[in-house]
């Protein structure tokens, strides 16, 4: 790659992906020029199958969508006080998932990918930046994700001295609707719960008998996987677990897991209980495709359909994607960044996204939201700090660039692993027994106090850093 000019006044980012398009964003909001780098189409992935900005590579839901009492759900609400891209165009191009905020992902990475090509302070430069940026490069973000290219991946490596940790994301089936047996399967949200344009029947619900889990349980154990090399043996991160690996970990885990029972009735016959329940989420606005929740695998594709067409209402199923695995690579972020997400053995260099060991697509987001507004500071001569560790967006810096080295000594865990957000990256927060309350307080009840009490604290908290 060549340097442009005024380098010193540039920022470069690295990465068209969720992180690399809200870094972009933000940066050029503020007032900086940018130049975004992405190496799609010249160099292709494993993973992605567009060329398309902010493309969503596995699940097409953001999660919960609920500030109030989720974490995550209280992320969303920041990043959209913050003035994020990737939730405008997430809002935008909603689609019904009960209390989940999900996106068309065509729709919403067009809409990402159009917005960065008209904003007048952002260049795109398409093409890889293969080893260490150019030295006259002075403030950059990579936000490569985890399929950093090699190259780059082992110039930042030779850089910190530490290795980089690598693990598998499973990527989810995508049934056809078609194909789906609308005389055995039934759409009812969990709880019936209604979220960002839902009804409270956003989901396909199949249905097992204890026999029929049996069967598929045994399948999944015994079916062929994926063979990996040696330098390919890695642990998964468990929030993204294969739906085997999940199976092997006893006959129950799955009950207990993406395969739940609880919170739906089947109306064809309300008064048996099913024994274990495949959700479908919709996965396009037409409503012609639906992600199998849960059910990311490594099972080798000659078997993968076999196996989930022994699922009730999924016998004819026909798959627009099958399942599979991509490589992600991320750094040991409590040691080798700094609070401000700057690489300690080269300060011109940020990170951002899931290459800093923050896991999901909103988090990812999230970091180079903060990423993009501090280096936009730097242009001006200032620096801005992370936000307060009270929020969820700094609850996640916290995490990346100390709180697993705090939480070392108690826990007892010995590496650094990828992080959802979640209430218990915040400080604690006290909250009173409601005035009026009569009878003992149940745990919940104090739970769900304490959950909205840390997002009102977050919110009033996020005003004076934003």
């Not at 917005?115 to 093409?127: D, E, F, M, T, V």
């Not at 606005?285 to 999924?314: C, D, H, S």
């Not at 990256?425 to 304490?450: D, M, N, Q, Y």
């Amino acid at each position: 790659m060549t340097s442009t000019p005024d380098s010193d006044k540039t920022i470069h980012v690295i990465g068209g992906g969720l992180a690399g398009s809200e870094a972009a964003w933000q940066a050029a909001e503020a007032g900086a020029s940018v130049v975004l780098h992405e190496m799609r189409p010249q160099v292709k992935t494993d993973a992605h199958q567009t060329d398309g900005f902010a493309e969503l590579v596995c699940s097409n839901s953001f999660r919960s969508d609920d500030f109030e009492h989720n974490a995550v759900g209280l992320l969303h609400e920041e990043m959209r006080r913050a003035g994020s891209l990737i939730m405008a165009m997430a809002d935008r191009h909603a689609l019904p998932a009960g209390g989940a905020l999900a996106v068309d992902r065509d729709a919403f990475s067009a809409a990402v990918t159009e917005a960065l090509h008209a904003h007048p302070r952002i260049s795109i430069a398409l093409g890889e930046v293969a080893g260490l940026p150019p030295e006259d490069w002075s403030n950059v973000i990579i936000a490569t994700g985890p399929l950093t290219s090699p190259a780059l991946a082992a110039a930042v490596q030779s850089l910190t001295g530490e290795d980089a940790l690598a693990f598998f994301d499973a990527i989810a089936p995508i049934v056809h609707g078609e194909s789906i047996n609308r005389d055995i399967v039934w759409a009812q949200s969990r709880y019936d719960k209604v979220g960002p344009k839902g009804t409270g029947a956003d989901y396909l619900n199949c249905p097992m008998t204890e026999e029929q889990y049996n069967r598929f349980v045994e399948a999944l154990i015994t079916a062929p996987l994926h063979e990996f090399k040696d330098w390919e043996k890695v642990p998964y991160f468990d929030g993204c677990l294969p739906i085997e690996v999940m199976a092997e970990r006893g006959r129950e885990t799955l009950r207990h897991g993406p395969m739940k029972p609880v919170g739906l009735t089947n109306p064809r016959d309300p008064t048996v209980k099913p024994y274990a329940i495949v959700q479908l989420r919709q996965d396009n606005a037409l409503g012609t495709l639906w992600n199998m929740v849960g059910f990311q695998t490594k099972m080798r594709y000659g078997i993968q359909a076999e196996v989930f067409r022994m699922i009730p209402g999924l016998e004819d199923a026909q798959f627009a994607r099958l399942g599979g695995l991509h490589r992600n690579t991320f750094l040991n972020s409590p040691k080798v960044l700094g609070r401000d997400l700057k690489l300690k053995a080269l300060p011109r260099l940020r990170f951002a996204g899931q290459v800093t060991g923050v896991e999901g697509y909103v988090e990812s987001a999230a970091i180079g939201l903060i990423a993009g507004r501090m280096a936009a500071a730097e242009t001006r001569g200032e620096q801005l700090d992370a936000p307060p560790g009270t929020t969820a967006l700094g609850a996640l810096v916290n995490h990346i660039t100390g709180g697993h080295i705090e939480a070392e000594a108690y826990s007892g865990a010995r590496s650094f692993q990828p992080m959802n957000v979640n209430f218990g990256l915040f400080p604690p927060v006290a909250v009173a027994r409601p005035e009026g309350h009569v009878g003992r307080w149940k745990s919940t009840e104090k739970t769900i106090a304490k959950r909205k009490a840390i997002s009102v604290r977050a919110l009033n908290d996020l005003k004076s850093w934003l």
